[in-house]
């Protein structure tokens, strides 16, 4: 390797229609069902990462801020994940800006992993296709498989313990829908437990578990259908119930715990009037607070308008469907 290697890249983050909550192996990232997502433009990280013999030790600095060795080992154990392709790496820095709230369920972690994915190898100079790519992406976070494509994306949960099988592919590009989605951020504060924990938590205590991927298995059947054919009510009716049952799934978990907040339920609630009033809107929602409004582009500017009203400016944020990650240049990077 020569004295530095550098790459930079963007990735958008996605939110799940239909959503992965457990995995079959911890070790690997593989999940126990397949997902399937919407990658957004308004959520997005860029990564840069130097590899340098001169370095003494790895850091990491995110939005700017030195990030603690607990965090540093994270990046240090993806990075080593490369190790196979190119033989023994030397120190790394890693500058990660998110455009993206970090740890409040709105999907940093999809966007941090698969950009730093892609500025690896970029820095490394590999060859691998975006498929082959999300298989590394997953191990950084699983959501991160799903943000190497744009549009409608899948990830397949694949076989057994073989970790090249589980990967994501993508559906449509979304150009030629009419969606969006609108986020009301209710708290943007880091949530007490990560999706990671949340999840192992519900899969060895629920006992309503095993009816999940039975579910997640027919949603998915329905929602590749309603992409098919373009058909908005289906994709939203069958979104918003297999959040609810992934929801509803953590209520059943012993001992219980749950994501909604008061401020969450007010904001589920302005969504059912909505619909009520002949809006196509529906809720989506991960591992935090915030509520995800699923609704039609050509409505959205008016939703919002109705929300402006109960939320301030800054709660409300519009996203379209976005595209693929990209490399970037020195001067896109530092023109945060
Ligand atoms: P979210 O709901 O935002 O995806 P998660 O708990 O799944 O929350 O993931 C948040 C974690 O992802 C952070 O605590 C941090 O470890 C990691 N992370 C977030 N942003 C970055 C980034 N830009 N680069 C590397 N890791 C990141
Ligand atoms: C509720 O991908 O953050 O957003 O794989 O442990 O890093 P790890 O979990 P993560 O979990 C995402 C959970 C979810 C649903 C989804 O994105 O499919």
């Given at each position: 390797?020569?004295?530095q290697?550098?790459?930079?890249a963007?990735?958008?983050?996605?939110?799940?229609?239909?959503?992965?909550?457990?995995?079959?192996?911890?070790?690997?990232?593989?999940?126990?069902?397949?997902?399937?997502?919407?990658?957004?433009?308004?959520?997005?990280?860029?990564t840069?990462?130097?590899?340098?013999?001169?370095?003494?030790?790895?850091?990491?600095?995110?939005?700017?801020?030195?990030?603690?060795?607990?965090?540093?080992?994270?990046?240090?154990?993806?990075?080593?994940?490369f190790?196979?392709?190119?033989g023994?790496?030397?120190?790394?820095?890693?500058?990660?800006?998110?455009?993206?709230?970090?740890?409040?369920?709105?999907?940093?972690?999809?966007?941090?992993?698969?950009?730093?994915?892609?500025?690896?190898?970029?820095?490394?100079?590999?060859?691998?296709?975006?498929?082959?790519?999300?298989?590394?992406?997953?191990?950084?976070?699983?959501?991160?498989?799903?943000?190497?494509f744009?549009?409608?994306?899948?990830?397949?949960?694949?076989?057994?313990?073989?970790?090249?099988?589980?990967?994501?592919?993508?559906?449509?590009?979304?150009?030629?829908?009419?969606?969006?989605?609108?986020?009301?951020?209710?708290?943007?504060?880091?949530?007490?437990?990560?999706?990671?924990?949340?999840?192992?938590?519900?899969r060895?205590?629920?006992?309503?578990?095993?009816?999940?991927?039975e579910?997640?298995?027919?949603?998915?059947?329905?929602?590749?259908?309603?992409?098919?054919?373009k058909?908005?009510q289906?994709?939203?009716?069958?979104?918003?119930?297999?959040?609810?049952?992934?929801?509803?799934?953590?209520?059943?978990?012993?001992?219980s715990?749950?994501?909604?907040?008061?401020?969450?339920?007010?904001?589920?609630?302005?969504?059912?009037?909505?619909?009520?009033?002949?809006?196509?809107?529906?809720?989506?929602?991960?591992?935090?607070?915030?509520?995800?409004?699923?609704?039609?582009?050509?409505?959205?500017?008016?939703?919002?308008?109705?929300l402006?009203?109960?939320?301030?400016?800054?709660?409300?944020?519009?996203?379209?469907p976005?595209?693929?990650?990209?490399?970037?240049?020195?001067?896109?990077?530092?023109?945060?």
């Amino acid at each position: 390797m020569s004295q530095q290697q550098i790459g930079i890249a963007r990735a958008h983050a996605n939110i799940a229609l239909i959503k992965y909550w457990g995995k079959r192996n911890d070790e690997l990232f593989l999940p126990l069902t397949s997902s399937l997502s919407l990658t957004l433009d308004a959520f997005y990280t860029d990564t840069k990462i130097t590899f340098s013999e001169n370095f003494t030790e790895s850091s990491f600095f995110l939005d700017g801020q030195k990030m603690p060795p607990q965090e540093v080992q994270k990046l240090q154990r993806f990075v080593n994940l490369f190790e196979p392709l190119v033989g023994q790496l030397p120190h790394f820095q890693v500058e990660s800006y998110n455009h993206v709230p970090t740890a409040a369920g709105l999907a940093s972690s999809s966007s941090a992993f698969s950009a730093l994915a892609c500025a690896i190898h970029d820095a490394l100079n590999l060859d691998l296709d975006s498929q082959t790519l999300s298989t590394y992406a997953r191990q950084g976070s699983g959501s991160a498989t799903r943000s190497l494509f744009g549009g409608f994306v899948e990830w397949e949960k694949g076989q057994d313990d073989d970790g090249p099988s589980s990967f994501a592919r993508p559906i449509d590009d979304a150009c030629h829908w009419d969606i969006a989605m609108l986020v009301v951020v209710v708290n943007e504060q880091e949530k007490h437990l990560s999706s990671r924990e949340g999840m192992a938590h519900t899969r060895d205590t629920s006992p309503f578990y095993h009816l999940w991927p039975e579910e997640v298995a027919k949603d998915l059947a329905i929602i590749k259908e309603a992409i098919a054919e373009k058909d908005f009510q289906k994709l939203g009716e069958v979104a918003e119930h297999n959040a609810m049952k992934m929801h509803a799934t953590m209520l059943s978990a012993n001992p219980s715990f749950t994501y909604f907040e008061p401020a969450t339920m007010n904001a589920m609630n302005a969504v059912r009037q909505l619909r009520d009033e002949g809006f196509l809107a529906y809720i989506t929602m991960d591992a935090g607070p915030n509520v995800k409004i699923i609704c039609k582009n050509s409505q959205v500017e008016t939703i919002h308008e109705r929300l402006l009203q109960e939320y301030s400016p800054e709660q409300l944020i519009i996203a379209r469907p976005g595209p693929a990650p990209r490399k970037l240049s020195e001067e896109e990077f530092h023109d945060q």
